[in-house]
């Protein structure tokens, strides 16, 4: 562990993308869809773009800083937070700075813009708590544990460029999965990282999941893949707000890893019009019994659909098989 000479805040801080904007030539602009980045995985995929010419890449990020320990400690001054933008491959670095809530809550953001002529590979992206300490200026107190990945290269926002998903017998695995032997898929969220377990004894499942098959199999198998995206929102989900740290006066804590950023991103949806902290604390009391958790899960699979772009992979899906059924008939 690394020891420093000043006082450090012990309070995690955490950073997400939640947007992503291209420009290209004539200045034509194209927003990235969200299965381009994953909150999860923190990686963004610019691989994903539908033209191949940009030039320029805009992040839209948004930090949450410990601003309570700040307050209350009072080792540090003239607070800043910045993102920082590097890849070793080109020894390139960018650095933004990011703004303060106008209610001076946690909540710090702004933009950061990648020129894709600068980056070859994989850039790293870090937002990093900067103050005067004992009258020093440009003191770092604090980092995000995890740094995002922009891969401008990837069609799939995945830190270890393959998808977490597991093939495994249901009836013949672990004991704990034998009573799903009829289910298609499992999330399982036990571990560090949420995974996806695909029954290998549901026939026909994995070939169509792999696109390993006929054109309608392909489509077919889109769609699944959406829904399986849509259910691992939905369980990461459940596993973030059950595990939620209190403290002494109630005030449910946002989760520094994965957990909390999947908050973030869904709980806007979930309880629309309110801060994220108000919202947090909503949905933790409707879960604990003040308030009804049955109303809210239309929101959250409403959420969970969205962020999987369920409804554009069922669109996308009808007219295959329309356009399928019409080179049959011909």
């Known amino acids: 562990m690394r020891v420093y000479p000043y006082p450090r805040l012990t309070g995690a801080v955490t950073a997400r993308v939640t947007a992503v904007r291209l420009r290209g030539h004539g200045d034509i602009r194209e927003q990235l869809d969200t299965t381009a980045y994953s909150v999860v995985e923190q990686v963004v995929a610019l691989g994903r773009a539908e033209r191949d010419d940009w030039q320029t ?31 070793g491959a080109t020894n390139l670095r960018t650095v933004a700075r990011l703004a303060p809530s106008a209610d001076g809550g946690r909540d710090w953001s702004g933009e950061i ?53 597991s093939t495994v017998s249901f009836a013949r695995g672990a004991e704990w999965l034998r009573s799903f032997r009829e289910a298609p898929w499992i999330v399982d969220t036990s571990g ?28 077919v198998g889109e769609m699944l893949l959406a829904q399986m995206c849509a259910d691992v929102w939905t369980a990461v989900f459940h596993t973030a707000i059950g595990d939620l740290e209190i403290e002494d006066d109630g005030t449910p804590l946002f989760p520094p890893d994965w957990r909390g950023a999947v908050l973030r991103e869904m709980l806007p949806d979930i ?34 659909g969205r962020r ?8 996308a899906t009808v007219r295959d098989i329309e356009r399928l059924d019409q080179e049959t008939n011909a």
């Open 57 to 87: 890449a805009r992040l839209t990020l948004k930090a949450n800083v410990p601003v309570r320990e700040i307050e209350t400690k009072g080792h540090w001054s003239d607070i800043t937070v910045v993102a920082v933008l590097t890849e």
């Open 113 to 165: 813009e990648l020129d894709r002529d600068d980056h070859l590979d994989r850039a790293s992206l870090a937002v990093h708590v900067v103050a005067t300490v004992g009258g020093t200026s440009g003191r770092i107190i604090a980092s995000t544990d995890q740094e995002w990945l922009i891969d401008v290269t990837a069609d799939a926002p995945l830190r270890d460029r393959e998808l977490e998903v």
């Open 192 to 219: 560090r990282m949420p995974t996806v377990r695909l029954n290998s004894d549901f026939e026909g499942l994995v070939p169509l999941v792999s696109g390993r098959g006929s054109k309608v199999e392909g489509v």
């Open 271 to 304: 309880v629309p019009g309110r801060s994220e902290d108000d919202a947090l604390r909503d949905v933790h009391n409707r879960r604990m019994g003040e308030g009804s958790w049955a109303d809210l899960q239309p929101r959250i699979q409403y959420a969970a």
């Open 308 to 315: 999987a772009s369920v409804p554009q992979a069922l669109a």
